[in-house]
């Protein structure tokens, strides 16, 4: 069974730029969510998607934003990039939350630098 | 609010010795509790988890963690290091609905030779 997929592995982008980064969940999930890792900050929950909708927003400006296709699978869009926006981008997938085998599953992630 | 607190950022044993990474909880109800490793440059992987049932739980690479509900914590063990776990190790709650995960701040584990 395949995991969880990010794309680009790696991601550079000059100051004022946007960045799309995009995320395939486990066959089966219908959850994805997005967390920056930032140096020091830990990771601080971005988005939650299922089923198509926004199910949960962490504490980040609206320049951050994303959708979740039929496929399920996700992008982020970061716009009007800050140099602080530089971290690495996972994204996580789960079955819906309520079921008894909730838990989440992550990939290897995009490093996003901001020049 | 939910909240999960590590103890200690970095915490260092000797190979072979005991391994105890230190996970508190806080939560109106029992919530179901994670364990999840991050080697460098890489995603999160799963340790074990906790949802209902048995409080000792076995997870992969001989941890296990048990949930101690009068102590609010999730400890996580291993009974003798190897140089290979060491690496970020996080610790996360969940209770129900459209809450999202909760992670700890995280804790470093060097293993000595």
């Known amino acids: 069974e395949a995991g969880v997929t990010q794309s680009p592995t790696h991601l550079i982008k000059t100051r004022g730029q946007q960045a799309t980064l995009r995320c395939s969940p486990i066959s089966g999930h219908t959850s994805v969510y997005w967390y920056q890792q930032a140096l020091g900050l830990g990771l601080q929950f971005l988005l939650w998607y299922d089923e198509g909708e926004e199910r949960n927003r962490g504490n980040f400006p609206p320049r951050f934003s994303g959708r979740q296709f039929p496929n399920y699978s996700s992008e982020l869009n970061v716009n009007a990039l800050e140099l602080e926006d530089s971290a690495l981008y996972l994204c996580?997938?789960?079955?819906?939350?309520?079921?008894?085998?909730?838990?989440?599953?992550f990939g290897p992630g995009t490093r996003l630098t901001v020049t | 609010a939910q909240s999960v607190t590590q103890l200690g950022s970095h915490v260092s044993v000797s190979e072979g010795a005991l391994v105890l990474l230190r996970c508190n909880y806080s939560s109106s109800v029992p919530p179901y509790l994670f364990w999840y490793v991050q080697y460098p440059n890489q995603g999160l992987q799963l340790l074990l988890k906790?949802?209902?049932?048995?409080?000792l739980v076995k997870g992969i690479n001989g941890f296990e963690a048990e949930f101690k509900k009068s102590e609010t914590s999730f400890h996580l063990t291993k009974p003798s290091a190897h140089m290979s776990d060491a690496a970020e190790y996080f610790c996360a709650s969940w209770n129900s609905g459209n809450t999202p995960l909760v992670f700890g701040k995280g804790t470093r584990l060097s293993v000595i030779a």
């Open positions: 996580a997938s789960s079955r819906r939350p309520g079921l008894s085998s909730y838990e989440q599953y």
């Open positions: 906790y949802t209902t049932g048995a409080t």
